[in-house]
């Protein structure tokens, strides 16, 4: 009897809005590490685009005078090109990295949706 009495206090008990709150939160967070994670591949990109187009600088400078200005005019074009692509890497970056703060109910969140985060309570479950 006693068994019978005691409500289920799982998941599926919450109220409608308590539910939203939750299930919004959990979204949010997952699209936040998401966004994080696509901004780390973005700086990596950015890491090797600019590797390359400094590669390339030094291998101009290397050559000296003794040089095929076709050589020395291609080099220059993939110095500028790796160099323009760092750039667009790095806006990549901070648009993804911006993206993941704003998102994150961690950050910018309600107080609801941080407490959800920072104090979660643990649900019964039967099976």
Avoid: W
Wanted: aromatic share 12%; net charge negative.
């Amino acid at each position: 009897k006693m068994a019978d009495s005691l409500v289920n206090k799982g998941i599926d008990s919450l109220s409608n809005t308590s539910r939203e709150l939750y299930e919004r939160t959990f979204t949010k967070t997952i699209l936040s590490i998401i966004y994080a994670g696509f901004a780390l591949m973005f700086l990596g990109f950015c890491s090797e685009a600019g590797g390359k187009s400094a590669s390339n600088a030094n291998t101009v400078q290397s050559l000296g005078n003794d040089n095929d200005d076709h050589l020395e005019l291609s080099l220059n074009a993939l110095v500028g090109g790796y160099g323009f692509a760092s750039f667009c890497y790095f806006v990549s970056f901070t648009l993804s990295l911006s993206a993941a703060i704003i998102i994150s109910p961690l950050f910018l969140g309600s107080p609801q949706e941080y407490k959800i985060l920072t104090k979660p309570n643990t649900f019964e479950t039967s099976v």
